[in-house]
């Protein structure tokens, strides 16, 4: 059970790693939100003339929409945090009221808080509790579940003196068949709350990866379509370290795929009855005129889902142009060869 605690604790610091990347790329979106802004009250301020309003409608609708779509992902990370919080609170109070019913050992109940945590409404599921609260209290269930495991050692050691007691003759086995029982109990308790707290790390660490995807994906959509100054001196290894840092699910990976393979297929074959279609070996088989082509790639074709989709499109397309290639060559037709007949006499 100590393992699964340790892991426990690493698991919640990748969580918060993550929930760190979504609240830096919060800051670096309300960044760019006020540039835009500050654009918009740039152009406005000396241009009070209808026409110019009316040509600076498209850019406010655009910023506008920008501002509609950082609000809504705020939304959701509050809802979120909001979760956390919830499913921590509610746990570490099922905790605390076991352990003052069951335990008796005087260290382990004076160490354990006063659930002082700011109480939770099911009312506010976008209310704000700061990470330091999640953390301590986080921290404060898995300091009583090691009171709890050491509480349950020293129970299991107290039993085996109490057969040793009962092997010399003593009528004890009543009372180790219910020592026995309370110890089972104990036990399952805790593995039930360290399950408890695997499932919500499952959960958390879904919800959180999927969100980062997507905020990520709407930075990069404002990057591309609004060069600022920062944007525009952005290198191509910036751009590539960019890409890598995404951490798409396997749905959304897949869809990248098979839309990198419809653009790399309609980008290289502009002929209607020319299809390029993706084997599971490493090869590409390419319909012309009706006829199938079997193009073998020169190196595997790596479809892993950690593969970004930068090097997934880079992978095919090279290998889909050097199968045109390879098509678009005349092939050599063999001559018949003469056939020599003998001369009548």
């Known amino acids: 059970m100590e393992s699964r605690i340790v892991k426990l604790k690493s698991d919640f610091n990748n969580i918060i790693t993550i929930r760190n990347n979504v609240k830096n790329i919060f800051d670096i979106?309300?960044?760019?939100?006020?540039?835009?802004?500050?654009?918009?009250?740039?152009?406005?301020?000396?241009?009070?003339?209808?026409?110019?309003?009316?040509?600076?409608?498209?850019?406010y609708f655009q910023s506008k929409m920008i501002d509609i779509e950082y609000e809504d992902m705020k939304r959701q990370f509050l809802a979120i945090n909001n979760r956390m919080y919830c499913e921590y609170f509610k746990l570490h109070k099922i905790i605390t009221?076991?352990?003052?019913?069951?335990?008796?050992?005087?260290?382990?109940?004076?160490?354990?808080?006063?659930?002082?945590?700011?109480?939770?409404?099911?009312?506010?599921?976008?209310?704000?509790?700061?990470?330091?609260?999640?953390?301590?209290?986080?921290?404060?269930?898995?300091?009583?579940?090691?009171?709890?495991?050491?509480?349950?050692?020293?129970?299991?050691?107290?039993?085996?003196?109490?057969?040793?007691?009962?092997?010399?003759?003593?009528?004890?086995?009543?009372?180790?068949?219910?020592?026995?029982?309370?110890?089972?109990?104990?036990?399952?308790?805790?593995?039930?709350?360290?399950?408890?707290?695997?499932?919500?790390?499952?959960?958390?660490?879904?919800?959180?990866?999927?969100?980062?995807?997507?905020?990520?994906?709407?930075?990069?959509?404002?990057?591309?379509?609004?060069?600022?100054?920062?944007?525009?001196?952005?290198?191509?290894?910036?751009?590539e370290e960019l890409l890598n840092e995404f951490d798409l699910s396997g749905d959304l990976l897949k869809s990248l795929k098979k839309t990198i393979n419809s653009e790399a297929s309609s980008v290289n074959g502009d002929d209607e009855n020319e299809e390029i279609i993706k084997s599971k070996s490493n090869s590409i088989d390419i319909i012309e005129n009706g006829n199938i082509v079997l193009i073998k790639a020169e190196q595997p074709i790596n479809l892993d889902d950690n593969d970004s989709a930068s090097e997934l499109s880079e992978a095919v397309s090279e290998t889909v142009i050097k199968a045109v290639e390879l098509i678009e060559e005349p092939v050599p037709q063999e001559k018949k060869k003469r056939i020599y007949k003998p001369r009548k006499k």
């Open 29 to 59: 979106l309300l960044i760019k939100i006020g540039k835009l802004k500050l654009l918009y009250s740039e152009f406005i301020k000396d241009r009070k003339n209808e026409m110019f309003v009316f040509g600076l409608d498209s850019f």
């Open 97 to 239: 009221e076991y352990i003052g019913k069951n335990i008796t050992d005087r260290k382990i109940t004076d160490n354990v808080k006063e659930n002082n945590y700011p109480i939770y409404k099911d009312l506010e599921p976008f209310k704000e509790y700061k990470i330091e609260i999640i953390l301590d209290i986080h921290e404060n269930i898995l300091s009583m579940l090691s009171a709890l495991i050491s509480t349950l050692n020293n129970r299991e050691n107290e039993l085996e003196i109490h057969k040793t007691k009962q092997s010399i003759g003593l009528n004890i086995d009543n009372f180790i068949t219910t020592f026995s029982f309370q110890i089972n109990v104990l036990r399952e308790k805790i593995v039930m709350f360290i399950t408890y707290i695997e499932f919500f790390h499952k959960m958390h660490t879904k919800y959180l990866k999927r969100f980062n995807t997507k905020i990520q994906l709407m930075h990069t959509h404002i990057i591309n379509d609004i060069k600022l100054e920062e944007s525009v001196g952005m290198t191509s290894e910036k751009k």
